[in-house]
């Protein structure tokens, strides 16, 4: 399936600058800021992109990493006879969720305190951070072990934990080798992928205490330097901090799919387990994990089963950590849920798979998104979540090829979502800009059959100025400048698929 | 306003006072497998050795024997038996002679031991999952774990063709751990590495 053009035109209606985002009402109630924490860049896409494009190494590395993960994750798909099943399903039970979260919230709530567990709710990143720090320091340690969770990498709590005097270590393979060498993840799925085994290995001589100087740069030797240096710090862990995959509002049910081992280990040896959590990752019944647990490992690591899954609820006594705390972070999540176009962004089970077929992505990598959450998802989910105004750039980092939309586990339309928020960024403006003029020519000449002719007629021009070569000199004049510095646009053909078709068919259409 | 009340307040404002009706889910997909126990059993060891989990089978009279020949697979002949774990609960009639049983000494200990030898609760044969449910038979969590070779036994009984039936047949108040194959990691340049912290060595006694 391919998404057409048709499938992009949903409800296009601009707003006007500072008007309630479509589906809001207003009952009196508190209405929804913005997300604060990792979700921003320092600079602008297309800036950070063209950096990114010069960098031969990164692009080999991201070139290989995401053809080999797409080839296991459609060997694996085409294993089932039932995926389109089981997406449609996880599509809906998604949409069922978020039409009641309040209620499932509530209901998860009850479950985990019915069990031993005590919830807590957060606003946004700050206050999450600072429920964190009071409960890691009420157990006196000063050290933590974490589990990767992309809520706790948002909402920055390592370095706030570090403020407060906590240390926090990352025990997932690819998290060390980012901490450890002071750089940001890269990838959803594979954080460390920007690296290959030399730089690791000079990282792990570099900053290891006890590592045996004679490693050498096989994957296995780095693997096995690592479960050294981090099993000590399993073992003497009294505080634990993860994320989770899914959490069951009817059983109170909280899950972790890894592969390593280090969930485990953080799951089941300290005394203390605090769980963070996006509000929207919880699902109503114990059954519909039959549905996710078969989407996720398939999509993202291209395997029939992640190695580990562990659940749990509330405490259990005798058997893992018994004082159970689970952070719930809104953190702009119901800004995004206001939004009944964008609000299917929500549906994310962070997969991975559209980042590893995006053709932006896999020139780019996922530095350039300037945010926690690169790709396609993230194009949609950051802006949403701090506002498009704080993220413009996003929206226009994507061909709107709707390769992300065909593989999504959950059916996201990440292409609909995206050309909404171009709108919505492009009504915001107050005066016009190069992609402002050119997104609404296009917009209006896509809907319009004889002006597309025109502007396919106009795009025969451009073969002068590209003067035989495949693409166009990326220095075009102002303002279409402003899209080429960072893009290359193939030459346009010598006729148009409409010119073609009306010679060889006499006008007929 | 408390921050739990602010953030559910903020809920209902973005779903709006006429809230849209709650889509029906349609569960078209396979929940049920109607192969015969045979072909299940066969499909499991398929996907359990592509894991590079090893896989002896036999029958319910031999199973404390095999247990034997599979912990002289994971370790080497000449292992100590006490330097083996057995889940509380683990049968008699399953229990090599000599071995350790888990008692509710401290977890990191387990570290220090060799194997653990635990039940299953279900095995799903289509993605060669073995789940372990922290009753006496399977043992608590940290025993699968921390020792670097698992042994675990299965019965023909505990397997079910997909995922859908697993969860059926398991109680999800229970703290659960779903196994597929050694611990393992791509991290580095996407090459497979079995063995990060969980064992490094899985090996399956199937009864049948
Ligand atoms: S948007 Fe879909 S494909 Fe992308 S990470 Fe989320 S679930 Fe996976």
């Given at each position: 399936m391919t998404t057409t053009p048709q499938d992009l035109r949903t409800d296009q209606t601009p707003l006007a600058p500072g008007a309630p985002r479509s589906g809001t009402t207003f009952l009196g109630l508190p209405t929804a800021p913005r997300g604060v924490g990792h979700l921003?860049?320092?600079?602008?896409?297309?800036?950070?992109?063209?950096?990114?494009?010069?960098?031969?190494?990164?692009?080999?590395?991201?070139?290989?990493?995401?053809?080999?993960?797409?080839?296991?994750?459609?060997?694996?798909?085409?294993?089932?006879?039932?995926?389109?099943?089981?997406?449609?399903?996880?599509?809906?039970?998604?949409?069922?969720?978020?039409?009641?979260?309040?209620?499932?919230?509530?209901?998860?709530?009850?479950?985990?305190?019915?069990?031993?567990?005590?919830?807590?709710?957060?606003?946004?990143?700050?206050?999450?951070?600072?429920?964190?720090?009071?409960?890691?320091?009420?157990?006196?340690s000063d050290e933590v072990v974490k589990v990767k969770s992309m809520a706790t990498q948002e909402i920055g709590l390592n370095e706030a934990l570090e403020a407060a005097g906590i240390t926090a270590h990352e025990t997932d393979l690819a998290e060390l080798i980012v901490q450890l060498g002071d750089d940001a993840p890269s990838h959803i799925l594979v954080p460390a992928i920007h690296k290959n085994r030399a730089e690791i290995r000079e990282i792990f001589l570099r900053t290891m205490p006890r590592v045996d100087a004679d490693?050498?740069?096989?994957?296995?030797?780095?693997?096995?330097?690592?479960?050294?240096?981090?099993?000590?710090r399993f073992l003497r862990a009294r505080v634990a901090i993860s994320g989770a995959n899914f959490a069951v509002a009817e059983t109170g049910t909280l899950a972790v799919v890894e592969s390593e081992g280090n969930g485990r280990m953080c799951l089941t040896l300290p005394e203390t387990l605090i769980t963070v959590m996006g509000i929207e990752k919880l699902v109503p019944t114990w059954r519909d994990l039959e549905v996710f647990l078969q989407l996720l490992p398939r999509s993202s690591t291209g395997e029939r089963m992640n190695p580990y899954t562990s659940t749990w609820a509330g405490v259990t006594p005798g058997d893992g950590p018994q004082d159970f705390h689970l952070v719930l972070v809104d953190n702009g999540r119901t800004a995004v849920l206001a939004d009944e176009v964008g609000r299917q962004a929500l549906h994310c089970i962070r997969c991975s798979a559209c980042l590893n077929v995006c053709p932006v992505y896999e020139r780019t990598g996922g530095h350039a998104y300037g945010s926690v959450y690169p790709g396609p998802i993230g194009a949609v989910l950051s802006p949403q979540l701090t506002g498009v105004e704080d993220n413009a750039s996003l929206p226009y980092a994507s061909s709107l090829c709707g390769a992300c939309y065909d593989v999504c586990p959950v059916a996201i339309d990440i292409p609909s979502i995206l050309v909404h928020l171009r709108a919505e960024h492009v009504e915001a403006q107050e005066r016009p800009t190069a992609e402002s003029v050119a997104f609404r020519a296009l917009a209006r000449a896509m809907s319009h059959p004889r002006l597309w002719r025109l502007a396919q007629r106009a795009a025969g021009l451009g073969r002068l100025v590209a003067r035989?070569?495949?693409?166009?000199?990326?220095?075009?004049?102002?303002?279409?400048?402003?899209?080429?510095?960072?893009?290359?646009?193939?030459?346009?053909?010598?006729?148009?698929?409409?010119?073609?078709?009306?010679?060889?068919?006499?006008?007929?259409? | 306003?408390?921050?739990?009340?602010?953030?559910?307040?903020?809920?209902?404002?973005?779903?709006?006072?006429?809230?849209?009706?709650?889509?029906?889910?349609?569960?078209?997909?396979?929940?049920?497998?109607?192969?015969?126990?045979?072909?299940?059993?066969?499909?499991?060891?398929?996907?359990?050795?592509?894991?590079?989990?090893?896989?002896?089978?036999?029958?319910?009279?031999?199973?404390?024997?095999?247990?034997?020949?599979?912990?002289?697979a994971g370790l080497g002949t000449g292992w100590a038996p006490g330097s083996v774990v057995a889940a509380p609960g683990l049968p008699a009639?399953?229990?090599?002679?000599?071995?350790?049983?888990?008692?509710?000494?401290?977890?990191?200990?387990?570290?220090?031991?060799?194997?653990?030898?635990?039940?299953?609760?279900?095995?799903?044969?289509?993605?060669?999952?073995?789940?372990?449910?922290?009753?006496?038979?399977?043992?608590r969590r940290a025993l699968s774990l921390l020792p670097d070779c698992l042994v675990c036994v299965v019965t023909a009984d505990q397997v079910v063709g997909g995922v859908p039936e697993s969860l059926g047949r398991l109680d999800p108040l229970r703290p659960l751990t779903m196994i597929s194959g050694p611990s393992a990691t791509s991290d580095i340049e996407l090459e497979r590495v079995e063995g990060v912290h969980g064992p490094r060595t899985l090996v399956v006694v199937l009864v049948s």
């Open positions: 921003r860049g320092d600079r602008s896409f297309p800036d950070a992109a063209r950096d990114a494009l010069r960098d031969g190494q990164l692009r080999a590395n991201l070139g290989h990493a995401t053809q080999t993960i797409r080839g296991k994750r459609a060997r694996v798909v085409a294993e089932l006879p039932d995926w389109q099943q089981l997406r449609a399903a996880g599509s809906a039970l998604k949409t069922a969720t978020m039409a009641r979260l309040d209620e499932h919230l509530e209901e998860l709530e009850r479950q985990v305190t019915a069990r031993g567990g005590t919830v807590h709710w957060a606003r946004d990143a700050g206050e999450a951070n600072r429920i964190v720090t009071d409960l890691v320091r009420a157990t006196g490693l050498t740069d096989e994957p296995r030797r780095l693997a096995m330097a690592a479960r050294a240096h981090l099993r000590e035989g070569r495949p693409t166009m000199p990326a220095a075009l004049p102002f303002p279409a400048s402003a899209w080429t510095r960072s893009r290359d646009l193939p030459t346009p053909p010598a006729e148009s698929f409409t010119a073609q078709w009306v010679r060889e068919h006499g006008g007929r259409s | 306003m408390s921050a739990r009340e602010e953030v559910l307040g903020r809920i209902r404002t973005a779903l709006g006072e006429t809230r849209a009706p709650v889509p029906e889910v349609v569960r078209d997909y396979r929940t049920t497998d109607d192969r015969p126990v045979a072909e299940l059993l066969d499909v499991l060891v398929d996907r359990l050795e592509d894991y590079k989990a090893s896989v002896l089978r036999c029958g319910p009279e031999d199973v404390a024997g095999t247990v034997t020949a599979a912990l002289d009639a399953w229990r090599p002679d000599g071995l350790d049983t888990d008692d509710d000494r401290p977890p990191v200990q387990l570290a220090e031991r060799a194997a653990s030898v635990t039940a299953v609760a279900v095995a799903i044969a289509e993605t060669g999952t073995l789940v372990l449910d922290g009753t006496p038979p399977c043992g």
